[in-house]
């Protein structure tokens, strides 16, 4: 009975939309297309391009004249599927999303006859157009649309004719040994095009390759073939400074990459700098991430040192290191372990274990820092170089 009853409701649905159709398309000429999905949803189907052509040849209803709505787009349908599949050719991809940007004059076209038919609760043109590429498209590819997470994102211009392909950006972990001194951290931005990409920086985005994000950028730029690399760093360090054990942590976002599938090595040298642990992640942790740092800093103190001198720096492990950066801001590190060595009448080596973020210098020379080591030790003190023995996450 049930049965009986829906095919009845679908006779008379199928009924319903050939008589509304009749009397558009005495006034309209429209395309397969264009007829078929002002129907489709009313009678539960997919294929606006098989409807429309069922209902005009039931009314055996020709036309030679261009569509009223969309002017013959969706009767072009696999000219513009070719050149997306043209244009993704160098691209790794199992997802991706259509969009369109019309003439007003199109949309308007739709809007009008669709509120003078009182055609309620069916897909825009601008919808039919996308979802009929998208479908042709995922066809031909063997993909699928994923419309919150695509690999890639078409977008039709259909006012200029021009097709417009960004891929979705990859992140990366990873960690960097540094075992020579001389080498910066961040890198100096392109002076032409203030590290977006250009020719001149052979699209880096950077003047020089020189730098630990120079180096790192210019393995995954040559790995995934992205346009540029933006990197989040766990802490720095000095040009001078050296980053052992473990290496330095850091994230490394690559912007419109060709490749996706890349078979990532444990390590890769790139001359003394050592970039290891790379992996693809699904995404950085927000906020602030904290990490501990175990350092070892060669200090210079002004006036000569006695064997007891140092002790007043055993207290570090006890009492909050006070950090003021502006006025009414002030943050807070802790000193987990310390160690010191005499080395000479006015200089003397400490190893500290310590939240990431302390200045350093400024923790030794007392800028700003307290407590400080020439506020401890009575005698103004100059660090002369620190290196990172180890580096850890602590939230991760």
Known sequence: MYSEQKVQFTKNNFNDCLSKAKIILREYDLCDYCTGRLFAKKMGLVSHNLLGKKIKNLLNFESSKSCYICKGILSNLHTIVNRMIEKSLDYEFNTFVVGAILKPSVTDRDDILRSKFTLQGIDSVKTGITQQLAKNFAKKTKTKVDVFHPDLTFTFNFKNDSCELQAKSLLVYGKYIKKIRGIS???????????????????????????????????????????????????????????????????????????????????????????????????????????????????????????????????????????????????????YSIKFLKSSPKSFSLWITVDGGLPIKRFVEGSNVQPNLSELLGCKCQCSRFDFQNIELRNR
């Open 185 to 335: 951290q961040k890198q100096t931005l392109c002076t032409s095009c203030n590290g977006k990409g250009c020719t001149i920086c052979n699209y880096y985005g950077f003047s020089k390759n020189s730098s630990i994000e120079g180096r790192i950028s210019k393995l995954l730029l040559e790995k995934f073939v992205g346009t540029q690399i933006k990197i989040s760093w766990i802490g720095g360090e000095d040009k001078n400074s050296l980053v052992l054990g473990n290496g330095r942590p850091f994230f490394a976002k690559i912007l419109n990459p060709k490749k996706r599938k890349i078979r990532l090595q444990k390590k890769y040298f790139q001359g003394k700098i050592e970039i290891r642990n790379l992996k693809i992640i699904s995404n950085i942790p927000k906020g602030t991430i904290q990490f501990q740092s175990k350092i070892k800093l060669s200090i210079i103190t002004e006036q000569k040192l006695k064997s007891h001198s140092l002790n007043p720096l055993k207290i570090l492990t006890k009492t909050p290191i006070i950090i003021y950066e502006k006025p009414n801001k002030r943050t807070q590190k802790s000193i």
